[in-house]
């Protein structure tokens, strides 16, 4: 039995989580062995998700149970993720409609998935294992449809909505609490090495089909409208749109990322 959260403040992540993995097993009893070994078998979300992702990144190539010892020994290695990890559930939460619980996102929605699976593929990247960092970015690509090179920057609370068509390349950043919508690109501009791709500040909208290009900077709290392709940098807290794109107002509110508002103001055109 797991008990019901405490009125008042939010839970913690992980206890709300349980909670509503307990609540939905007792609803529908067809889905109570999977929650159980998804969720309620395990004392961590640290155990969860290594083993969740595990099902999901295992292959014939390397299996489902050496899958998960790697990624409960980076989870163990550095539990910034980890904490990267509830924040991003939550950002989930808050910002989608279509959300009604923490199980969405870490049971079903492969933009938060693929977010984690390049989080432990960065962390492989850095610690020198990029064979191991590749692996997990090309089964990423097949399995969830997002493309993130492993040695991408991604700050915590970040939410792929939908996510089919990501693609974010080597050496783009992309800040704390920002939303990206599917077929987002951050790419480059050709054959250039080095310091190429975008660096997204904190609180970004990217909305559907949005495209960044080269080593430009789009500012916090920026807005970047569906569509557009953008190839200079975008000021803070400004809204762009178009092809190429331009400034045609300061978003309609501020923190355009957690409102999700896609929309122009009136009289701003592409």
Request: aromatic content about 4%.
């Amino acid at each position: 039995m797991v008990d019901n959260p405490e009125p008042g403040a939010p839970p913690p992540a992980w206890k709300r989580l349980r909670f509503e993995a307990a609540a939905a097993s007792s609803d529908e009893p067809a889905l109570a062995s999977y929650l159980n070994a998804a969720i309620l078998s395990h004392h961590t979300l640290c155990q969860a998700m290594s083993y969740h992702l595990a099902e999901k990144l295992g292959d014939s190539m390397v299996g489902t149970q050496q899958v998960r010892d790697i990624l409960f020994d980076v989870y163990q290695t550095d539990p910034s993720i980890v904490a990267a990890a509830e924040a991003d559930m939550l950002a989930v939460l808050e910002r989608d409609p279509a959300c009604q619980t923490l199980l969405q996102p870490f049971l079903h929605f492969k933009g938060f998935q693929a977010l984690q699976t390049h989080r432990i593929a960065h962390v492989l990247w850095r610690n020198g294992r990029e064979s191991l960092a590749f692996h997990f970015q090309s089964r990423s690509s097949e399995l969830f449809s997002v493309d993130i090179h492993p040695a991408a920057r991604i700050g915590s609370g970040v939410m792929l909505d939908h996510a089919t068509a990501i693609t974010i390349g080597e050496t783009a950043v992309v800040g704390d609490d920002c939303s990206l919508l599917h077929g987002v690109t951050l790419g480059g501009t050709g054959k250039t090495v080095g310091d190429r791709h975008p660096k997204i500040g904190r609180g970004v909208l990217l909305s559907v089909g949005a495209k960044v290009l080269g080593n430009i900077h789009v500012g916090d709290e920026a807005k970047v409208a569906a569509g557009s392709v953008v190839l200079k940098d975008v000021p803070a807290h400004c809204t762009v749109a178009g092809v190429p794109a331009q400034v045609v107002s300061g978003p309609a509110c501020c923190q355009p990322a957690k409102t999700m508002d896609q929309t122009l103001p009136d009289g701003a055109e592409g």
